[in-house]
Nanobody, 118 residues
Framework: QVQLVESGGGLVQAGGSLRLSCAAS????????MGWYRRAPGKQRELLAT???????NYADSVKGRFTISRDNAKKTVYLQMNSLKPEDTAFYYC????????????WGQGTQVTVSS
């Protein structure tokens, strides 16, 4: 069974950058989509970016142009490069993996906190 572990969160000043990592272990689905999500206090979970096993990417409008999702297949790791961070980016960030086309929840990591100070 696949497991995900996120890392790279922390405290950063507005305008700064962070790179989150999501390392997968175990047997990964042949065709998959991995996504980065976040949940800020008092708000619903938000999908930020996705990447498929073929490298196709999609972004939420709120992060387009600032965040970049990428993957390293050899390391079974997906990254989220976050630039020009804003205080409103403060949230708990999670990664997720599920088979491509699967309507269910998939597998979640434990998450990592990102705090952006003004």
């Amino acid at each position: 069974q696949v497991q995900l572990v996120e890392s790279g969160g922390g405290l950063v000043q507005a305008g700064g950058s962070l790179r989150l990592s999501c390392a997968a272990s175990g047997s990964i689905f042949r065709s998959y989509v991995m996504g980065w999500y976040r949940r800020a206090p008092g708000k619903q979970r938000e999908l930020l970016a996705t990447i498929t096993n073929r490298g196709s990417t999609n972004y939420a409008d709120s992060v387009k142009g600032r965040f970049t999702i990428s993957r390293d297949n050899a390391k079974k790791t997906v990254y989220l490069q976050m630039n020009s961070l804003k205080p409103e980016d403060t949230a708990f960030y999670y990664c997720n993996i599920k088979p491509l086309g699967f309507p269910g929840e998939g597998v979640w990591g434990q998450g990592t906190q990102v705090t952006v100070s003004s």
